[in-house]
């Protein structure tokens, strides 16, 4: 059972940068994908980001509109979201997923594990 942990969150002014990373511990073997998503009190939890464990195929909610990367170092079992140009309405709380099945989605339906989160403020 592979374990992610987040980390990197913070504060930043709009227009700022973060880079998250997802540290996965455990059996990651039968993981296929790993995302990012994020989510506001009151609201559902969203798609940020997923990357196809190995060779790199990623897709990314529409609202990101080329701002954030998501990037893997296998050998580590880590992986990063790097987010540019900030704006308030990012701020939420960060999750990162992993995924067993053969076909990515950005929907939480499917993902396995889940980390706890890191907070990500961005203040205008």
């Known amino acids: 059972q592979v374990q992610p942990v987040e980390s990197g969150g913070g504060s930043v002014q709009a227009g700022g940068s973060l880079k998250l990373s997802c540290a996965a511990s455990g059996d990651s073997g039968t993981t296929k994908y790993m995302a990012w998503f994020r989510q506001v009190p009151g609201k559902v939890r969203e798609g940020v980001a997923v990357?196809?464990?190995?060779?790199?195929?990623?897709a990314y909610g529409d609202f990101v509109e080329g701002r954030f990367t998501i990037s893997q170092d296998k050998p580590k079992n880590t992986v990063y979201l790097q987010m540019n140009n900030l704006k308030p309405e990012d701020t939420a709380m960060y999750y990162c997923a992993a995924r067993r099945l053969l076909s990515w989605s950005l929907s939480p339906d499917g993902y396995f594990s889940w980390g706890q989160g890191t907070q990500v403020t961005v203040s205008s």
């Open positions: 990357i196809r464990i190995g060779d790199n195929s990623e």
